[in-house]
């Protein structure tokens, strides 16, 4: 697919990987959608700059933890807001997500619930309010390369984001032939940005170079380009998702 002129919703899109996969859409010729929940500023100061050089870029707002079971509603209006502004979409990239290091003993009922309604739900009810409204496009999940792993760190956020691997695959089948779904897994990219912290250790990885945002964008950018890879999962992660 041609991305010139077409029209993507990258949510989570003001900062971050986020932030670099709207600027290289923009680049390629997209109009852009910047989904945001806190970083209302951030998502402003981004459309502008996007539009300095040329593009068309709008923000749309949305919470999608919304503990009451209210995440469907809440990616449905998402969807509609963006199609309002921007007329139509062609590309939804499911890139917000949530972080907490949660082992299994520590794990409350409350922190699996706001997890999944963030990295699982969300991107299942976006890809529902998609496809109900376009019948061909494309999406892109972001994943993480610790699918494959048993790491015991993070059980909330790996169960969800190992469910939304197979709800790739899934949707892959059930939207064809119209609709192309795949995923990208990064490795340690950008350490998580909470108050104070210092660059995470990358752990091991085989081929010994930290894996870059940008290499993160270009694997997206090639799966959106094809006509022919659905239910793909590359991992940009210097081979970390071999060691298990
Ligand atoms: N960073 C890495 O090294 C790495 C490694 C493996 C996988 N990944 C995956 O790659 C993607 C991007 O990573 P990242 O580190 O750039 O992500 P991030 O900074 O942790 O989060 C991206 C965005 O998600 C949005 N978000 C969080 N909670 C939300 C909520 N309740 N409702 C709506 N949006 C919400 C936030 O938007 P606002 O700022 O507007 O609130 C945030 O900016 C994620 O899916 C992540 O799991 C990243």
């Known amino acids: 697919m041609q991305l010139k002129g077409k029209t993507a919703l990258v949510t989570g899109g003001a900062r971050r990987i986020g932030a670099a996969l709207c600027e290289a859409l923009a680049a390629e010729g997209c109009r852009v959608v910047i989904h945001y929940n806190r970083s209302a500023h951030p998502a402003a100061a981004l459309a502008a700059r996007l539009r300095r050089n040329g593009a068309r870029a709008w923000t749309v707002p949305g919470d999608f933890r919304t503990g009451d079971y209210q995440t469907s509603r809440s990616a449905d209006r998402v969807v509609r807001q963006a199609?309002?502004?921007?007329?139509?979409?062609?590309?939804?990239?499911?890139?917000?997500?949530?972080?907490?290091?949660?082992?299994?003993?520590?794990?409350?009922?409350?922190?699996?619930?706001?997890?999944?309604?963030?990295?699982?739900?969300?991107?299942?009810?976006?890809?529902?309010?998609?496809?109900?409204?376009?019948?061909?496009?494309?999406?892109?999940?972001?994943?993480?390369?610790?699918?494959?792993?048993?790491?015991?760190?993070?059980?909330?956020?790996?169960?969800?984001?190992?469910?939304?691997?197979?709800?790739?695959?899934?949707?892959a089948l059930e939207l064809a032939p119209g609709i192309t779904v795949n995923g990208v897994a990064p490795g340690p990219v950008l350490a998580a940005d909470a108050a104070g912290a210092t660059r995470e250790s990358a752990g091991p990885l085989p081929l010994k170079i930290r894996p870059t945002v940008q290499e993160v964008v270009k694997a997206a950018l090639f799966l959106l380009k094809s006509d022919v890879i659905t239910g793909q999962i590359i991992f940009v992660d210097s081979g970390r998702h071999l060691l298990g």
């Open 83 to 171: 199609v309002a502004v921007a007329g139509r979409l062609d590309i939804l990239v499911n890139n917000a997500a949530v972080f907490d290091k949660q082992r299994l003993l520590r794990s409350t009922a409350e922190a699996v619930r706001a997890e999944w309604e963030v990295n699982l739900l969300a991107p299942l009810m976006l890809m529902q309010a998609f496809a109900r409204r376009f019948k061909r496009g494309r999406i892109i999940n972001l994943l993480d390369c610790r699918i494959t792993s048993h790491q015991p760190d993070a059980v909330p956020y790996i169960l969800a984001k190992k469910s939304l691997a197979d709800l790739t695959r899934l949707a």
